[in-house]
Structures are given as C-alpha cells and as structure tokens.
C-alpha cells in the first residue's frame, strides 16, 4: 500500500492489486488492463471510495471509484482544479502520458473566468449546428459507408465504420481539408493510446493550426470558422486546443461509443431480439454502455494544489485525481439495476465541465447504429464476444476491432450520381466560401504554430506519406 494514500480502514488484509514493482499501486495500463478492467475497479474498492494507481511507469495518481466521491470532485473545482503546471515540474518528462495530460489553454483544463470564456467559445459555436443537418450528414455518410461493404458479408466495423463515420462527419461541420484532417486524426489517437505521444501531440497542433490559418484567410459557415469569429476573440494558441478538444471528443470517444453500443447489441441477449426495431434498442444500449463501458473510463483529471484529506484518504498536492467514470458508474452502492432509460451516469462528466456536446455526441452514434441495424439486420458478431482485444491506454474503453458477419446485401441507393461525401471529405464548406471576403494573411503567433499554407488544401509535409500509411482513414479513403 503507498506511503501517501492509505485508507484510515485499510484492516489487515494484504491481498488487493497493489504490486510491488510498481510502488504499491494498481497499474492502469498493459494489456491485463485493457482486457478486463472491471475485475482492476473490483479489486480496487477494498480501498474505499479512492484508491491509489498508477497511469504509467512512475506517473502516480489517485482513482475515485464511488459514484458520491466522483460527484463531489467533479463539482468543487475550487478544491479540484484542472492546472496540471505543478504536476509538470516533477512528472517524468519521457512520460508517454506527459504529452496527453500537460496543461492546454482549453476548455476542459482550465478553471474560473477562462473556462467561462473558451467554454462560451465552444458552446456558442456549437449551438449553430443544425441538428436536422446534422442528423441528415449522418445518415448519408452512413450510407456511402454500408454501400463499400454491404456486398461483402463480413466487416470490421471499428475499422470500417465506427472509426470513419465521425470523422467524416466532423470534417464536414468543421469545415477540414482531408490532408490536414488525415493528420489530426493520426496524431489525436496516438495520444489517447500513449504512442509516441510527443510526435503525435506536435503533428496534431501543427495540423490544426493549418485549420486555423486557412480559416482566418477564407472564412466559411463550419465550425472552425465560427470559433474563429466568436466575440471572445481566441488567440490562435487558443483555437488550436479549443478545435483539438472537439476533434478528440468527435474521435476518438465518439468511435469508441458506438464500437461498444454495436458490441452490445450483437452480444448481449437481452438485445438479441429484433434488432432493425429502430430506436428502443439503439437507445437502450447507449444508456447501457455509458453506464458499464463508457468510452470514456478515466478521466476529467484535477490537481489540489495542497495536501488534502478526502473520504479518509490522503491526497497528495500536485499528484492527479482521475475519475473513474466506469468504475464510479457500476458502484455497487449506488448503480442502479434497471438502467435502461436511466442517464444518470457520470459518462458526460458533472458540474462545470459537463460535456458540452453529449447532445450532439449522442445524436451521431443513435443515428449510426440505426442506419447499420436496419441495412444489417441478420448482422452477428464473427467471433465470441469474449475473444474480441482492447486498445491501450488509460483514459479510454476502446476495441482494437469489430469483425462482424452478414448475408451479402444489395448495397443502399446512394440517393444521386454525384457523390455528396467525397465533396464534404475534401473540405468544401457546406454553403460555399462567403462571397467578398477579403484572405489576410495569418496573423502571427506562438513560434510553435506551423505557418499557412495559403487557403488551398496545404502540400504535404516530407513525412505525410508515412503518416497516411498509418491512417485508416486515409487507407479507407485510397481504397487500401
């Protein structure tokens, strides 16, 4: 048990998955974790409502696994703030974690009159996407994907739709050129998987600080634009770590949400029934895999700035508080049986920092499963449930794949000849360039911000074309 986080009620038991080899915390990474976290958040509760682990190789933190304790952080930012600056100073600097957890002027790390202020930014921005247009992006992008496999019987649907299908729809509200898209993709999941954190954080600024640039020189109706415009007048340091934060929420959990829903639905019997019924089953498991598999499991990380006992736990200054959403969410003390219909789980965080765009996050994986369901309705899973592998990482509850079988199908009607994805994929705005508007050129900032590449697509950087043989996105693209 660690010096500096022990349970008042500890008892004289010894057994628990503290280890060792890793200072006597449970270590939150490594295959073991990824494969069976729940049995880690059982093991972890003889500690109480906070327990002690570890996010990688020397990178102590404290995890609160009690729905109450996890609501109680989430909602006393002053006690709990998000500054990670003093935890930098002493973290390993090689850290794979570092990169993904450092301090951002962004929304979700920031606490007081500037979460407000970016905060605004980005709820006002995103209150002017139509959720009928939304909605109806979905659906052809969902379309033109089930047309490329349809025919086949068998998918992987992590690789072939999960993971496509919001970043296809988010480069279209965002207004993103596919070259800088492709990289902002890449180097937003190799930090929530922890490779290679420090190249994949630097390509991922560098690309969309080019999203930037292009949007101070040709403004459009998208996203990016209106962030740019907003009255509150971000910096480009700030757009740049606003539109990642988006772009991670849209992604990455966002693939990962509807990879479990689907999971869920080809493996649990409780759905085994009509699955093309539409919507009740769709949203039942939704409801279902934010409360046990949230694609989200530990996250909204805080830092008390001195020593604190809390829940009979002493916390120490600077050292990350994580939340366990999954662990909190199936608490034996408060879970609840029943949880169809019930959205009381902490998938979208509480308090201040609540997810500004669960609505829209939601809207996208209801709307994604049912399009799949109702083309697939005799779709099964191509393996048992239990043989399917996870990805890495602490933060996320993500399967490495989805393979799926089907009778071969007639592929759905694409609605015209043109094809209306390609030209959303390749970052044409929704309504066209604004008419009369002048392109300035890129105002100056940070040195750590790639310059414009003027306001047509940028040219590839000498080490594009490795990176897109990593995509899927871009081999899903090219047709590899």
């Given at each position: 048990?660690?010096?500096?986080?022990?349970?008042?009620?500890?008892?004289?038991s010894?057994?628990?998955?503290?280890?060792?080899a890793?200072?006597?915390?449970?270590?939150?990474?490594?295959?073991?974790?990824?494969?069976?976290?729940?049995?880690?958040?059982?093991?972890?509760?003889?500690?109480?409502?906070?327990?002690?682990?570890?996010?990688?190789?020397?990178?102590?933190?404290?995890?609160?696994?009690?729905?109450?304790?996890?609501?109680?952080?989430?909602?006393?930012?002053?006690?709990?703030?998000?500054?990670?600056?003093?935890?930098?100073?002493?973290?390993p600097?090689?850290?794979?974690?570092?990169?993904?957890?450092?301090?951002?002027?962004?929304?979700?790390?920031?606490?007081?009159?500037?979460?407000a202020?970016?905060?605004?930014?980005?709820?006002?921005?995103?209150?002017?996407?139509?959720?009928?247009?939304?909605?109806?992006?979905?659906?052809?992008?969902?379309?033109?994907?089930?047309?490329?496999?349809a025919?086949?019987?068998?998918?992987?649907?992590?690789?072939?739709?999960?993971?496509?299908?919001?970043?296809?729809v988010?480069?279209?509200?965002?207004?993103?050129?596919?070259?800088?898209?492709?990289?902002?993709?890449?180097?937003?999941?190799?930090?929530?998987?922890?490779?290679?954190?420090?190249?994949?954080?630097?390509?991922?600024?560098?690309?969309?600080?080019?999203?930037?640039?292009?949007?101070?020189?040709?403004?459009?109706?998208?996203?990016?634009?209106?962030?740019?415009?907003?009255?509150?007048?971000?910096?480009?340091?700030?757009?740049?770590?606003?539109?990642?934060?988006?772009?991670?929420?849209a992604?990455?959990?966002?693939?990962?949400?509807?990879?479990?829903?689907?999971?869920?639905?080809?493996?649990?019997?409780?759905?085994?029934?009509?699955?093309?019924?539409?919507?009740?089953?769709?949203?039942?498991?939704?409801?279902?895999?934010?409360?046990?598999?949230?694609?989200?499991?530990?996250?909204?990380?805080?830092?008390?700035?001195?020593?604190?006992?809390?829940?009979?736990?002493?916390?120490?200054?600077d050292?990350?508080?994580?939340?366990?959403?999954?662990?909190?969410?199936?608490?034996?003390?408060?879970?609840?049986?029943?949880?169809?219909?019930?959205?009381?789980?902490?998938?979208?965080?509480?308090?201040?920092?609540?997810c500004?765009?669960?609505?829209?996050?939601?809207?996208?994986?209801?709307?994604?499963?049912?399009?799949?369901?109702?083309?697939?309705?005799?779709?099964?899973?191509?393996?048992?449930?239990?043989?399917?592998?996870?990805?890495?990482?602490?933060a996320?509850?993500?399967?490495?794949?989805?393979?799926?079988?089907?009778?071969?199908?007639?592929?759905?009607?694409?609605?015209?000849?043109?094809?209306?994805?390609?030209?959303a994929?390749?970052?044409?705005?929704?309504?066209?360039?604004?008419?009369?508007?002048?392109?300035?050129?890129?105002?100056?900032?940070?040195?750590?911000?790639?310059?414009?590449?003027?306001?047509?697509?940028?040219?590839?950087?000498?080490?594009?074309?490795?990176?897109?043989?990593?995509?899927?996105?871009?081999?899903?693209?090219?047709?590899?």
């Amino acid at each position: 048990m660690s010096d500096n986080l022990t349970p008042e009620t500890a008892g004289s038991s010894t057994s628990g998955p503290e280890c060792p080899a890793h200072g006597g915390r449970a270590p939150l990474y490594g295959p073991e974790f990824a494969a069976r976290p729940a049995r880690m958040y059982e093991a972890l509760r003889r500690y109480g409502p906070v327990a002690p682990v570890e996010l990688a190789p020397g990178v102590p933190a404290s995890l609160v696994i009690s729905y109450e304790a996890a609501l109680e952080v989430l909602r006393d930012p002053g006690t709990f703030p998000k500054d990670a600056r003093r935890w930098q100073q002493t973290a390993p600097p090689d850290s794979p974690v570092v990169p993904f957890m450092m301090y951002r002027p962004a929304c979700n790390l920031s606490d007081g009159a500037a979460h407000a202020r970016l905060r605004a930014a980005i709820s006002d921005s995103m209150s002017r996407i139509d959720l009928n247009t939304l909605r109806e992006s979905v659906e052809r992008h969902a379309e033109l994907l089930i047309r490329r496999f349809a025919t086949k019987g068998s998918a992987d649907m992590r690789a072939e739709y999960a993971l496509v299908l919001p970043l296809l729809v988010f480069n279209e509200v965002l207004g993103c050129p596919t070259e800088i898209g492709d990289r902002i993709a890449v180097g937003m999941q190799g930090l929530v998987e922890n490779v290679e954190t420090a190249k994949n954080n630097q390509m991922l600024v560098e690309a969309v600080a080019e999203l930037v640039a292009l949007k101070r020189a040709r403004p459009a109706e998208d996203l990016a634009t209106w962030l740019v415009e907003h009255p509150a007048r971000l910096t480009d340091e700030e757009l740049v770590e606003q539109i990642a934060l988006l772009v991670g929420l849209a992604t990455e959990p966002e693939q990962n949400l509807i990879a479990n829903g689907l999971r869920l639905l080809l493996s649990d019997d409780r759905f085994a029934g009509d699955l093309s019924g539409g919507s009740l089953p769709v949203a039942d498991a939704l409801d279902e895999v934010l409360w046990t598999d949230p694609p989200i499991a530990n996250w909204a990380v805080s830092y008390p700035v001195q020593d604190l006992d809390f829940h009979g736990v002493r916390l120490p200054a600077d050292q990350p508080v994580v939340i366990g959403f999954a662990a909190a969410n199936t608490d034996p003390s408060t879970a609840s049986a029943n949880r169809a219909g019930n959205r009381a789980h902490l998938a979208w965080g509480a308090g201040p920092h609540t997810c500004p765009v669960q609505g829209q996050a939601r809207l996208i994986a209801s709307v994604a499963m049912e399009k799949l369901l109702d083309a697939l309705p005799d779709m099964e899973l191509a393996v048992p449930a239990g043989q399917l592998e996870w990805r890495p990482g602490f933060a996320q509850r993500a399967l490495k794949a989805l393979p799926v079988r089907f009778p071969p199908t007639q592929a759905p009607s694409a609605g015209s000849s043109a094809d209306p994805v390609q030209a959303a994929w390749q970052g044409a705005p929704a309504h066209g360039p604004r008419q009369g508007s002048p392109a300035p050129a890129p105002e100056s900032g940070s040195s750590s911000l790639a310059p414009a590449r003027g306001p047509q697509a940028p040219a590839p950087r000498p080490s594009a074309a490795p990176v897109r043989r990593r995509n899927p996105l871009s081999r899903w693209w090219h047709g590899e």
